[in-house]
């Protein structure tokens, strides 16, 4: 008995994202690398499954237990960075549409969610995520210290803070502050209003 995977390919990097104000093309060029590793992870590990045999479960277990948890990672790392490269490319400011509306009703305002979102990217060791939580109705500033931890059920990511120091060290040093500034001055509402509207999250 076997189960088949299909392989993915990673997806474009936009042009837009090599002339980013105040993230340089040389950081843009190595996370993208980052993240085709990934994409490539993700396939190897699948072909791997492929092949074990899952009736001889407890001479696999220690290989299939590695390859699962190595699975979220991947995985994890294709969708934080999909999302990350995604919604840069613009020109930050305030968030307009429903997605600023969403904003304001569940932080107070736009400064506050911006507040929190920088903080909790500050206190993070990997990802800060502003996400749509079906079961609550409403949004939340999630922590992540890894593309695989700590990601929540029935929950949408609508921003992907990257805080790995692959994202800022060539531009920023260890001045993670300064960037999570120039990250929000880059993001493109548009992209994430798109998502809101796509998914269908209402007020
Ligand atoms: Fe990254």
Same mark, same amino acid.
Request: no cysteine.
């Given at each position: 008995?076997?189960i088949?995977?299909?392989q993915?390919?990673a +997806?474009? =990097? /936009?042009?837009?994202l090599?002339?980013?104000? %105040?993230?340089?093309?040389?950081t843009i060029e190595?996370?993208?690398? $980052?993240?085709?590793?990934y994409?490539n992870?993700?396939n190897?590990i699948?072909g791997?499954?492929d092949g074990?045999?899952?009736?001889?479960a407890?001479?696999?277990?220690?290989d299939l +237990?590695? =390859? /699962?948890?190595?699975l979220?990672?991947?995985? %994890?790392?294709?969708?934080n960075?999909e999302?990350?490269?995604?919604h $840069?490319?613009g020109?930050?400011?305030?968030?307009a549409?429903?997605?600023?509306d969403?904003v304001?009703?569940?932080?107070g305002?736009?400064?506050a969610w911006?507040?929190d979102?920088?903080?909790?990217g500050?206190a993070?060791r990997g990802?800060a995520?502003t996400?749509?939580?079906?079961?609550?109705?409403?949004l939340f500033?999630?922590?992540?210290?890894a593309?695989?931890t700590f990601?929540?059920w029935?929950?949408t990511a609508?921003v992907?803070?990257?805080?790995?120091?692959?994202?800022?060290?060539?531009d920023f040093?260890?001045?993670r502050?300064s960037?999570?500034?120039?990250f929000?001055?880059?993001?493109?509402y548009?992209?994430?209003?798109?998502?809101?509207?796509?998914?269908?999250i209402?007020k």
């Amino acid at each position: 008995m076997t189960i088949t995977y299909e392989q993915i390919t990673a +997806r474009e =990097l /936009k042009p837009a994202l090599l002339e980013l104000d %105040g993230i340089s093309r040389e950081t843009i060029e190595a996370h993208y690398k $980052l993240y085709q590793g990934y994409v490539n992870k993700r396939n190897e590990i699948l072909g791997k499954l492929d092949g074990v045999d899952l009736s001889s479960a407890n001479q696999v277990y220690s290989d299939l +237990r590695s =390859l /699962k948890v190595d699975l979220t990672f991947a995985i %994890g790392g294709i969708k934080n960075h999909e999302i990350y490269f995604e919604h $840069l490319g613009g020109s930050g400011g305030d968030p307009a549409g429903i997605f600023g509306d969403l904003v304001k009703r569940d932080f107070g305002s736009v400064d506050a969610w911006k507040a929190d979102l920088k903080a909790t990217g500050l206190a993070g060791r990997g990802w800060a995520w502003t996400a749509y939580d079906w079961d609550e109705g409403r949004l939340f500033n999630y922590i992540g210290d890894a593309q695989n931890t700590f990601p929540v059920w029935n929950a949408t990511a609508l921003v992907a803070l990257d805080v790995y120091e692959h994202a800022y060290f060539i531009d920023f040093g260890t001045d993670r502050a300064s960037y999570i500034d120039t990250f929000l001055n880059n993001l493109d509402y548009d992209v994430v209003n798109d998502w809101v509207q796509k998914y269908g999250i209402r007020k």
